[in-house]
């Protein structure tokens, strides 16, 4: 019997991708609760399951007393010399049960906190999985997309999980069967199982993917300061070495724009912006309004953060951006509050544009 239950116990980790030893645990436990019914509740029943050596016993502790008062959990000195010939008033003698005396009731018991035990199990499997992979970027496999709410039912491994419609790149069509990559914003334990967050507009996923594409990002050479997105659209990224022989903006560009064009490609044509950190507020806010030319940034305050750029009449525009997407993403990057001004002073009624 013992040889069967460790083989199927073998396969089911096999099956399930559990370590044999997690389940026989919660197999054991289960085998107590239900046990522990059919003596009063107490905690006298144990259960050792060890794999290894195809071990299985089952066993109750009953108190050798004089006079039996709770029959559940006392046996007297002749009935305790049945299993120990040794035994006398207040020994605890250890009774082996025989598995195949179980009751009807106790084993359906056991069967539905077994089932409950292994989906635990695979709960928490689950959720270690994740959790092992959070901030950090994954390959997920499409396997139906709602047509109602959008949202994509995806299979990251063996777990499977949801990426939102809002959490998708605008325009970007997902089909069932296509590998994307998603970016594992947070993972939380609920009453329903964990709760995993996935997204393919965080800037978060930038960072990651520059990661993969430039061995200098990888190795610490070269550092992301800050990543500002509007996924779908432009994203903007700040890079820095401590190495003054190394052109940071360059490698991450690559030979031919090599490197940002297969992270272009990845997110549908989004375009990106890579430039230099400084220390120097001044500095760091011209670079971050590329691609427009920058003739001068002047602090307003330090606290709050707030300067003014001032910018040729023909930039004006392009330092904008549609809608105010430049400005907005470079307020983001550099995290002071941007005022443009053109170099005339003449913008409409109000001299400035304030982000």
Not at 153 to 178: C, F, H, R, W
Not at 285 to 293: M, W
Not at 305 to 310: D, G, I, L, V
């Amino acid at each position: 019997m013992n040889n069967e239950f460790f083989e199927a116990l073998k396969f089911m980790g096999q099956e399930k991708g559990i370590e044999e030893a997690y389940i026989a645990d919660k197999i054991a436990n289960a085998i107590v609760v239900a046990l522990r019914k059919d003596y009063g509740g107490k905690d006298i029943v144990s259960c050792v399951i060890d794999c290894e050596n195809r071990i299985f016993n089952v066993s109750v502790r009953k108190t050798v007393v004089e006079e039996i008062e709770d029959a559940c959990a006392e046996l007297t000195v002749d009935q305790a010399k049945n299993y120990d010939p040794n035994a006398k008033v207040g020994d605890i003698v250890e009774i082996l049960l025989d598995t195949k005396q179980f009751g009807r009731i106790v084993a359906q018991t056991a069967k539905h906190v077994i089932r409950q035990g292994i989906r635990d199990v695979e709960r928490d499997k689950t959720l270690a999985d994740f959790q092992s992979k959070t901030k950090e970027l994954v390959t997920a496999v499409v396997h139906r997309v709602d047509p109602k709410t959008g949202n994509a039912s995806i299979t990251i491994g063996n777990s499977e999980a949801t990426l939102p419609k809002l959490e998708q790149v605008p325009d970007e069509v997902i089909e069932e069967g296509d590998h994307i990559k998603v970016y594992v914003v947070d993972v939380k334990s609920t009453e329903k199982g964990p709760k995993v967050m996935l997204s393919r507009t965080h800037p978060g996923l930038v960072k990651r993917l520059f990661e993969m594409e430039v061995p200098e990002i990888f190795d610490g050479t070269i550092e992301i300061k800050s990543v500002s997105r509007q996924a779908g659209s432009r994203t903007k990224l700040a890079v820095w070495s401590a190495n003054e022989e190394i052109d940071a903006v360059g490698a991450c560009i690559g030979q031919r724009g090599a490197r940002v064009n297969q992270i272009v490609e990845e997110l549908a044509g989004e375009k990106i912006d890579i430039v230099k950190y400084s220390d120097d507020p001044v500095a760091f806010v011209s670079e971050a309004l590329s691609p427009a030319k920058v003739l001068s940034v002047e602090i307003i305050s330090e606290e709050p953060k707030a300067c003014r750029a001032t910018v040729p009449d023909s930039q004006l525009s392009l330092a904008i951006g549609n809608k105010g997407q430049n400005v907005r993403l470079a307020a983001k990057l550099t995290g002071w509050k941007i005022d443009i001004r053109p170099e005339s002073g003449f913008y409409g009624e109000d001299d400035d544009t304030v982000i």
